[in-house]
């Protein structure tokens, strides 16, 4: 299935999805109006070197809002008040003059909190759906919106990124931003690279060329099989065959690859021979050379779970009592803030490690209820979202904007370079997908934090695929720049906050409740 342009998501969604906005055609102008900005879209003019976009409210005269090469725009219109009525033209700078595009009018509301909770998911959907590598299907790892990649890095794709944009796209299947076909059409796209893509007994690499279906090598002795990034990705492979194993001829066949595609990893290699823990990384130029152990407490507790759940290839209990939970020396009796923190990573300070720790397993794990001998998952995972934002309440830094509607630290880009924030490594850099990922967890803190970045921050922190990776204000940095890994997460998540959707795919395959059992899991709502 061909990717959509931007005009033609935009015409399908007119037809399927107004419910939060004044949607409209203009001659020539695709618009959609939400609460404080418009976007605007139109075909490529050939010969144009640039557009430029005029703006007047219903009594006045037209000023310029922006020129640009791109024929797809958000104008924030805070500038110019609320609920607006406004006329918009679009003209194009040709060589031998200028061109009018086309005319159009739209009308901006103040939008409800489920209406706002629509826009960011569809938006954050757009990077999984529009902004997929073309070939494959697949996320690409990033997105720069300031078009500055490392070389050829626009071909590759993201195997644990494109695990959790499974749950992205699943969500915009059942809210009809994509039509049945089109969604099953693009998964059938994924599942049949990925049958094809190299494999290193039966798990694929971080990176693949999605041209090409080869090892993209993601350091010099990491060329082979990547144990976390595949979990990660088979955890919405799962989601996606529980969506469809009851359905049509077609849906069955899709669930079949996908079934073939699980039985064939086999978890029980990288014991290393019979170890009792799993190791990370496997390559078959370096073996076992960078020696990886997984070991608890941190974002890879879905790699044990399915590890155990294998019907082919599934590990001891031992396995997951030794390795992950470390004897049992995974238990921490500490405490921070007051919220007690029942899981520790050797060696990680009390207040826990980046958010997305509470995030990147629970995609499909279902934490409500989920309980072991170490912990609470749900107490867990809200307890330590929690710590992340006292501590930027507390703000023993001074750092510019922290505060109840401007909190969360994880893994991003950061001022220089990337950095995985947290308490104790804190450089002023907030990450969106922190407090939003956290919405089952925090609601009512983690709207705060959505609501302060789209009316405050604005075109600042908003674009074409939802909120930008992280910002400084600080810094005075704003970064026009994506990442898979932190896209996914925030529409699985709010998601799961408002439906369940995820957890109640990948928590009624079977193979997942007998591998909880096997390792002594308890699940209950």
Not at 288 to 295: E, G, V
Not at 359 to 387: F, M, Q, T, V
Request: aromatic share 14%; net charge negative.
């Amino acid at each position: 299935m061909k990717l959509l342009t931007y005009c033609s998501i935009l015409i399908l969604l007119l037809n399927g999805y107004s419910c939060m906005q004044k949607s409209g055609t203009g001659k020539g102008i695709e618009t959609k109006a939400y609460d404080r900005h418009v976007e605007l879209s139109w075909h490529p003019e050939a010969g144009a070197e640039k557009y430029t976009v005029y703006v007047r409210k219903e009594d006045g005269n037209y000023s310029r809002r922006a020129e640009l090469t791109d024929t797809l725009y958000l104008d924030f219109v805070n500038d110019l008040g609320k609920n607006l009525g406004l006329h918009y033209k679009i003209e194009a700078q040709m060589e031998e003059g200028t061109h009018l595009i086309g005319e159009a009018a739209v009308e901006t509301r103040t939008m409800s909190e489920e209406e706002l909770l629509d826009m960011v998911q569809y938006y954050t959907f757009r990077y999984f759906w529009e902004g997929a590598e073309p070939n494959s299907g697949m996320a690409r790892e990033r997105i720069h919106m300031d078009g500055v990649y490392p070389q050829n890095d626009q071909q590759v794709v993201t195997t644990g990124g494109t695990g959790f944009g499974l749950f992205a796209l699943l969500a915009g299947l059942d809210r009809e931003w994509i039509s049945k076909e089109e969604g099953l059409a693009r998964f059938e796209k994924i599942v049949d690279f990925l049958a094809n893509a190299d494999r290193f007994h039966g798990i694929w690499s971080h990176w693949i060329n999605g041209e090409t279906g080869k090892v993209k090598p993601f350091g010099q002795d990491d060329d082979g099989a990547d144990l976390v990034e595949s979990a990660f990705l088979m955890q919405g492979l799962l989601a996606v065959r529980e969506y469809y194993r009851e359905g049509s001829e077609r849906e069955q066949s899709l669930a079949d690859k996908i079934d073939v595609l699980w039985k064939e990893m086999e978890w029980d290699w990288h014991t290393q021979g019979g170890q009792d823990v799993l190791y990370w990384h496997w390559s078959p130029n370096f073996g076992w050379q960078k020696d990886f152990a997984i070991r608890g407490y941190d974002e890879c507790l879905i790699t044990y779970v399915l590890a155990a759940s294998s019907p082919t290839h599934a590990v001891s209990e031992q396995v997951y009592h030794q390795g992950w939970a470390r004897g049992g020396a995974i238990q921490n009796k500490g405490a921070a803030y007051g919220y007690a923190l029942p899981l520790v990573h050797n060696g990680s300070p009390e207040y826990g490690g980046p958010l997305f720790w509470a995030h990147y397993s629970y995609l499909g794990l279902n934490p409500k209820g989920l309980k072991d001998n170490y912990a609470d998952y749900w107490e867990h995972n809200r307890n330590h979202s929690l710590i992340n934002r006292q501590w930027c309440l507390e703000n023993e830094a001074g750092f510019k904007g922290y505060g109840e509607d401007l909190w969360g630290l994880t893994a991003s880009y950061s001022t220089n370079g990337y950095a995985a924030h947290r308490p104790g490594n804190d450089r002023g850099v907030i990450s969106p997908t922190a407090a939003l990922s956290s919405m089952p967890y925090t609601p009512e803190e983690s709207k705060k934090v959505l609501k302060n970045l789209y009316y405050n921050y604005g075109e600042k922190t908003f674009g074409r695929y939802g909120f930008y990776d992280a910002l400084s204000p600080e810094e005075g940095w704003y970064p026009k720049r994506y990442l898979a890994i932190d896209q996914g997460p925030i529409v699985a998540m709010i998601e799961n906050y408002r439906s369940g959707l995820g957890w109640n795919l990948f928590m009624q395959a079977p193979e997942v409740q007998e591998g909880l059992k096997k390792l002594g899991f308890v699940t209950s709502d």
